[in-house]
């Protein structure tokens, strides 16, 4: 931090930031911010997709088939689901 005096940078919930804005960037800083950014629409899509990841049983599906391909009755018995289910899981 630099020795000029200026008054604490504070948040939006009024909580005082611990460093001072506006802050020095160069562009080889590894510390940088990132030069794009999502837009909320991609991160809205990415957040959806990532949200079907967080089944338990989806991921343990896809933790099986990344191993071997399997068809839906053998999925069924060595999960202890019914194929039903299973099915309904692989269309999502």
Same mark, same amino acid.
């Given at each position: ?12 919930d009024g909580e005082e ?18 030069? +794009? %950014?999502?837009?909320?629409?991609? #991160?809205?899509? /990415?957040?959806?997709?990532l949200g079907f990841l967080?089944?338990?049983? $989806? ?9 071997? +391909? %399997?068809?839906?009755?053998?999925? #069924?018995?060595? /999960? ?10 692989? $269309?999502?």
């Amino acid at each position: 931090m630099s020795d000029r005096s200026t008054e604490p940078v504070t948040s939006e919930d009024g909580e005082e930031l611990c460093c001072e804005a506006p802050h020095p960037t160069h562009p080889d800083d590894a510390n940088s911010p990132p030069t +794009e %950014m999502l837009s909320v629409e991609k #991160a809205q899509r /990415l957040s959806e997709f990532l949200g079907f990841l967080a089944d338990p049983n $989806r991921l343990r599906i896809l933790s099986i088939l990344a191993a071997k +391909e %399997m068809c839906v009755g053998d999925l #069924a018995a060595m /999960l202890e689901m019914n194929e039903s289910a299973v099915s309904h899981q692989l $269309r999502m």
